[in-house]
């Protein structure tokens, strides 16, 4: 079975040594067609130039941006301009291992009802989450990954939510869903939302435990007080949800008062 193209969306502000080295390990370890879309949301100082060497070659483009959008909106500039069949957000400080993407599209294939699919990791929440792994630091983590790969092959399991900083996303989820809700600025829950929305949809979320991502974690953030701006995209979320929910239950009174105005 040929493999479709996939398009890798990194966003990056002000983390260019993170954003090198992922650049690198994708370049190094990825064994399927793919394209890089960086999105630059608004490095400054020598980070531009940077960026500008980097992001050289036939299958990488780079998106600037004036100001800083925000994982949200600066993804869904990346995913906009994606043409593969499979859309990968990736965090810059994340470094990938050998096989991880034709691993995470060998899941997405197996099953049709599968939208989104992503790896195990040493620092994420919820069962992405692997203590003490077993690997001192990224030079250990080449082998250490496909040592993982190969013990934990064929193993993957159903997840409620999937965290985005490493997330493939099946195309037609997006035909389907749509882009993520630009409404969450920094401080995460953006990924919670499309995990219900996709999970409303229909679709399956798959972590595929023979797939493990090194991720340095919440580089990101530096210099912002993420714990309030947790708190506000966490009020977001509640405040949409519990308005859906009212929705649906208006929905359902509608439909109740329509067949009791039905002629018996």
């Known amino acids: 079975m040929d493999t479709p193209l996939a398009s890798i969306v990194i966003l990056t502000h002000n983390d260019v040594e993170y954003f090198r080295e992922c650049l690198a390990s994708v370049r190094a370890r990825t064994d399927v067609p793919y394209e890089v879309i960086v999105v630059d949301n608004s490095s400054t100082g020598a980070a531009v ?3 500008g060497r980097l992001c050289r070659g036939p299958n990488i483009r780079l998106i600037r941006n004036a100001e800083n959008r925000f994982f949200a909106a600066g993804n869904n ?15 810059a400080d994340a470094v990938v291992g050998l096989q ?5 599209i060998a899941w997405a294939q197996a099953d049709p009802e599968v939208g989104l699919v992503a790896p195990v990791t040493n620092s994420a929440s919820g069962l992405q989450y692997i203590a003490a792994p077993g690997y001192h630091g990224v030079a250990d983590f080449a082998k250490f990954s496909w040592a993982w790969a190969q ?9 409620h939510r999937l ?14 869903v749509g882009l993520l809700d630009e409404r969450f600025g920094p401080g995460g829950y953006e ?24 991720h340095y974690g919440a580089k990101g953030y530096e210099g912002m007080d993420y714990s309030h701006h947790r708190r506000i995209n966490r009020e977001i ?3 949409k949800w519990s308005q859906f929910v ?11 008062e329509n067949l009791r105005a039905v002629p018996r």
Do not use: P
């Not at 991880?100 to 995470?104: A, G, K, N, T, V």
């Open 191 to 214: 990924d919670y939302d499309y995990c219900l929305r996709v999970r409303q949809a229909g679709f399956k979320l798959l972590l595929a435990e023979d797939v493990f991502v090194h």
């Open 237 to 239: 979320l509640a405040r």
């Open 77 to 91: 500039q990346g995913i906009r301009a994606a043409r593969g069949r499979y859309v990968v957000l990736l965090n």
């Open 49 to 51: 130039s940077a960026l």
């Open 151 to 159: 013990v934990h092959a064929g193993r993957s399991r159903e997840a």
């Open 100 to 104: 991880w993407l034709s691993r995470l």
């Open 163 to 176: 965290i985005a900083f490493c997330l493939l996303i099946k195309r037609e989820v997006i035909d389907c």
């Open 246 to 256: 009212l929705h649906a239950l208006d929905d359902v009174d509608k439909a109740i």
